[in-house]
């Protein structure tokens, strides 16, 4: 297959990219001097484009390669990607669901740890010298507390076992109610943050979940509320969070993801309340390799008339 | 009651203090600037003493209180009270089980998840303003890595239910097998570090478990193995424990817990993979009032001549 050129987006772990390079001809968009020239300079040869969470294909890229079949995503969220054009022109879409589940769910349960416990704070705290003046502060049990979960599919389900064996009563919001759970549905996210103390998002992005939580959200959540965001920074009304953490409207805050990746507002900098993570929600040796493994298995089996492992289109 | 003097070790409690006040008289060991000071004044009244994780009960002060009847400990751990004199005289010892079990075993969650995902080096990276250069670098996966915990009681059993719902394999050390439970028992603690990736010390500190985490131990853990101490600082070596992560021969530690309190081995300051935490497992609002409250109950469980609540002696 070595006559398939297939266009790389973004650099990956190179354990992807060389599996990629053994088996297709790899063009690497992100070397080229001037991006839309280079894709119209393969426009003719291109038959498949590997994408992740941050880097997919618009209508403008994908009008411009008449010859794309595949799109095989190294992510679970595509909300980069114009799927109604891929639709339409009859591409297929590939992503990487179930493979990132534990991990997500795992630094979920991390973040709401870090920011109940207090457990950055602290570490600072001991390293700055300061316990020898005195003690840490009190903090408030994560034991017990009240989980909303706005979104419960693969990772808001791993989420909710997970927060369960700490004896969290768990509540939900999703667009629709999944009445094989014991957990409580709200019907919105208004109420189901006006129900529980700490409110996880853990949805896809998409035109109806953008800015999801806002300012009623969160003042609804309260003081003592604490939100984590492990979805995607659009999910939350980013300026209305950091006021609502400075003026203490809301308790805290756990978040991996922001609107502006890599920029993260600075007024959150010097914040004991809030925990915040480089987007590393997958970022484990483990998962990124089955996600790799992933991406190459679609596009072997798709380019050998196989059916396709993880297709979404 | 307040005709009864009951004699606070050291600071601990505000809630407990003004309690403690309401109820009996108060004398607070602190506030006197010598100790023939406070003996001079107070030896022949005390009837009951409260104290804690600093400062408990040890032979001479017991030996000096021949009213002493009751030692109400505001703690679960008893390492600090001489509990063979209490015995020898009759004098009557209670602790704070049960009610700080969840914070305990949320903070050792907390301390795993923190160190295998680098929560608090995530956290300083940001900070620093370094995501703008580059991706925080891949970190290894929680779910699934085999758990080791030495002392299988209250703390240790609500340590493994937790880890379990993170599809860890648990296994455990424990002075006696506990048949009742499906995890997998090891007869000595070095074939438990053999055999996990994550040992967490979650016994309680006795003469036989003193350093029970020596060299040999860590070394049996390794350059991938993870350290969780929520126990007592002395239950290890810790200058080995230094020396260890310093040349790699193990690949983190979480602490909550050290040999000479507030001291921390400043060598730890520099590392990456440690995370510090200063002794605040069970330091939650909520733990703490109940902890107050079982102190107060038992204490007058015992002046009524009722039966203690959760006696040791």
Not at chain 1, 240 to 263: I, K, T
Not at chain 2, 181 to 187: E, G, I, W
Not at chain 2, 272 to 285: A, I, Q, R, Y
Request: net charge negative; with cysteine.
């Amino acid at each position: 297959m070595e006559s398939i050129d297939v266009l790389m987006l973004c650099p990956m772990i190179s354990y992807l990219e060389q599996e990629l390079q053994r088996r297709y001809n790899v063009l690497k968009l992100w070397t080229a001097p001037e991006k839309s020239q280079f894709i119209k300079d393969h426009s003719a040869t291109i038959r498949a484009i590997v994408g992740d969470g941050g880097h997919g294909a618009d209508a403008e890229m994908i009008e411009a390669l008449p010859r794309l079949e595949i799109l095989s995503s190294n992510s679970v969220g595509v909300d980069k990607i114009d799927l109604k054009k891929c639709r339409e022109k009859g591409i297929r879409v590939t992503y990487t669901p179930d493979v990132l589940n534990d991990e997500v769910a795992d630094l979920a349960i991390g973040l709401i740890l870090a920011v109940l416990r207090r457990l950055c704070a602290s570490d600072r705290y001991v390293r700055s010298g300061k316990w020898k003046k005195g003690d840490f502060k009190l903090t408030t049990k994560f034991t017990g507390k009240t989980v909303g979960i706005i979104g419960l599919g693969r990772i808001g389900m791993a989420i909710a076992k997970r927060a369960e064996a700490f004896n969290c009563p768990i509540c939900y919001f999703s667009r629709t109610e999944k009445p094989d759970t014991k957990y409580k549905y709200y019907p919105s996210v208004l109420e189901l943050a006006s129900n529980c103390q700490i409110l996880v998002v853990a949805c896809s992005l998409t035109a109806e979940s953008r800015h999801i939580v806002n300012r009623e959200v969160m003042n609804a959540l309260g003081p003592k509320g604490v939100l984590i965001n492990i979805g995607r920074g659009p999910h939350v009304d980013e300026p209305e969070l950091v006021s609502a953490l400075v003026e203490g409207r809301l308790g805290g805050a756990g978040l991996d993801v922001y609107e502006h990746e890599p920029e993260v507002p600075e007024e959150l900098f010097s914040l004991e309340n809030v925990v915040l993570l480089p987007h590393v929600g997958t970022a484990t040796v483990e998962t990124r390799k089955a996600m790799a493994d992933l991406v190459v298995g679609n596009l072997e089996a798709h380019f050998s008339n196989k059916p396709l492992l993880t297709p979404l289109v | 009651m307040d005709s009864i003097t009951v004699l606070m070790t050291s600071p601990m409690s505000d809630y407990l203090e003004n309690q403690l006040k309401d109820r009996f008289n108060l004398v607070k060991l602190w506030t006197y600037s010598s100790k023939t000071d406070f003996f001079k004044h107070n030896s022949h009244s005390i009837r009951a003493i409260v104290g804690n994780t600093k400062i408990g009960a040890d032979a001479e002060l017991i030996d000096s209180l021949p009213e002493l009847e009751i030692v109400s400990s505001y703690s679960v751990g008893l390492d600090k009270i001489d509990l063979r004199k209490c015995q020898e005289k009759g004098i009557r010892v209670t602790n704070t089980p049960d009610v700080l079990t969840d914070d305990v075993a949320d903070v050792a969650m907390g301390l795993m998840l923190a160190v295998v995902r680098r929560v608090c080096e995530c956290d300083r990276f940001v900070r620093r303003g370094l995501w703008p250069k580059g991706d925080f670098r891949l970190t290894n996966k929680f779910s699934g890595m085999q758990v080791g915990i030495v002392g299988l009681g209250r703390i240790g059993s609500a340590i493994a239910k937790r880890a379990e719902a993170f599809g860890c394999p648990i296994s455990y050390y424990s002075r006696s097998e506990k048949p009742e439970t499906n995890y997998k028992y090891f007869s000595n603690i070095i074939d438990l570090a053999v055999n996990c990736q994550i040992l967490v010390v979650a016994c309680a500190l006795t003469e036989e478990t003193h350093h029970i985490v020596n060299r040999e131990v860590i070394d049996a853990l390794g350059p991938e193995g993870i350290l969780i101490n929520i126990g007592r600082g002395s239950h290890i070596d810790e200058p080995e424990l230094v020396s260890a992560l310093l040349e790699g021969r193990l690949g983190g530690a979480g602490l909550d817990v050290f040999e000479n309190e507030p001291e921390v081995p400043e060598q730890l300051f520099g590392l990456e993979n440690v995370v510090l935490m200063p002794h605040v497992g069970s330091d939650t609002v909520e733990t703490t009032d109940a902890m107050a409250d079982l102190v107060i109950k038992n204490l007058e469980a015992h002046f009524l001549k009722k039966p203690l609540l959760t006696p040791v002696v």
